[in-house]
C-alpha cells in the first residue's frame, strides 16, 4: 500500500482506528490514572514530564500515567525527549483533541493509495 502511493506520488494522511489504538482509547476514554489532564496540556502544545518505559507496551494492563505515556510512545502516539512526552504531530494533536471532547473514537484512515 505504502509502496504504491509513493509509485503513484499519492501521498496523504494515514491514521489507522484498529490495533493499538483501540487500547490507548480505553485508557484515555476511562481516564486512567488521570491522564486526560495532561493529554489536554499537551493538545494545547506543551509537553509533559514522564518516565517512559519501552516495556509498558506489550502489558495488557497498564495502571499508571508512565506506562500509558510509555505505550503511547511506542505505539508512536507521543514523541519523548528529555524527560517529557509530547504529541508529535497536528493529525494526532487533531484526533486527541477531538477524542478528549467527543469521548468518541474517531481517527480513522483518511488517504492513501
Not at 65 to 78: D, P, Q, R, T
Not at 79 to 92: A, F, Q
Request: aromatic share 10%; net charge negative.
Amino acid at each position: 500500500m505504502v509502496v504504491t502511493a509513493l509509485s503513484n506520488n499519492n501521498i496523504g494522511n494515514y491514521w489507522t482506528s484498529s490495533g493499538p489504538y483501540d487500547e490507548i482509547f480505553y485508557y484515555i476514554k476511562n481516564n486512567v490514572a488521570d491522564v486526560k489532564a495532561d493529554l489536554a496540556l499537551m493538545v494545547s502544545g506543551e509537553a509533559v514530564q514522564a518516565k517512559v518505559r519501552e516495556y509498558a507496551a506489550v502489558s495488557m494492563n497498564l495502571s499508571t500515567k508512565n506506562e500509558i505515556f510509555s505505550a503511547m510512545v511506542v505505539y508512536g502516539f507521543l514523541s519523548y525527549e528529555n524527560g517529557k512526552v509530547r504529541i508529535p504531530n497536528k493529525e494526532l494533536m487533531e484526533c486527541l483533541e477531538d477524542q478528549l471532547e467527543t469521548k468518541q473514537h474517531r481517527c480513522q484512515v483518511e488517504e492513501i493509495k
